[in-house]
C-alpha cells in the first residue's frame, strides 16, 4: 500500500508505538523500504540497507537518528520490530528506540525530540517502497523493497495528551490551516 494520507495513517505521534514488519529474504539478499512516513523535513522509515536493518528518525531535516542492526539478514523468514518507548507526557518529546529481529535485540538508540503537529502536508504513509521524498539520505526513491514483506503492523500507546495538549494541538493545525 502506498500514498496513504497522514489523516487516514495510524497516529504515532506524541506516544510511545512499535512497528513490526513481517519478511521473507530470497537467497540473494534483499533492501528497500519496509514502511516509511513523511519525508526529508520530517518523516520517519523502516527499511533495509545493504540487508540490514534500519530505523531512521527525521525531525525537520535538522534531527536525524537511525537505529541500525549490525548484522545482515539471512536468506529465509524474518520479523524486525522496532518499540519507541516515549519521555511524555507533553508535545515532541524524545524517547529510546529499540530494534530487533526475531525477538533478539539487534540495536537501540535515543531520539531527542519527535515531531509534535504533522509530519507533512502532502507527504503520506508508504508501504514496500517510498512514493515521496525519503525521510532518511540512506536511500533514493522509490527504494523498494526486494523481498517478500508479508505484512507491516503498527501498534499505539495508549498514552492520551491532556486537554491542555489537545488544545495546543488544535490551535497549532488551525494557525497553519490544517483540518484533520
Known amino acids: 500500500m502506498t500514498r496513504i494520507p497522514e489523516g487516514s495513517a495510524p497516529d504515532i505521534k506524541n506516544k510511545s508505538f512499535k512497528v513490526a514488519a513481517e519478511m521473507e529474504i530470497p537467497d540473494g539478499g534483499a533492501d528497500g523500504v519496509l514502511v516509511t512516513q513523511g519525508g526529508r523535513f520530517n518523516g520517519w522509515g523502516l527499511y533495509l540497507l545493504e540487508g540490514k536493518p534500519v530505523f531512521h528518525y527525521n525531525l525537520i531535516g535538522k534531527y536525524r537518528t537511525s537505529v541500525a542492526g549490525q548484522d545482515k539478514l539471512t536468506p529465509g523468514k524474518h520479523v524486525i520490530v522496532v518499540s519507541f518507548k516515549y519521555d511524555g507526557p507533553g508535545l515532541g518529546k524524545g524517547g529510546a528506540a529499540t530494534l530487533t529481529v526475531d525477538g533478539k535485540a539487534a540495536?537501540?538508540?535515543?531520539?531527542?525530540?519527535?515531531?509534535p503537529l504533522?509530519?507533512?502536508a502532502d507527504?503520506?504513509?508508504d508501504i514496500g517502497e517510498d512514493t515521496g521524498t525519503p525521510a532518511s539520505e540512506d536511500y533514493h526513491v522509490p527504494f523498494k523493497f526486494t523481498g517478500g514483506l508479508k505484512k507491516v503492523m503498527i501498534e499505539l500507546s495508549d498514552n492520551k495528551l491532556t486537554p491542555v495538549e489537545e488544545e495546543e494541538i488544535r490551535k497549532a493545525k488551525e494557525a497553519i490551516g490544517v483540518t484533520d
Open 123 to 125: 507527504e503520506t504513509l
Open 107 to 115: 540495536a537501540e538508540g535515543k531520539l531527542e525530540r519527535t515531531v
Open 118 to 120: 504533522r509530519f507533512s
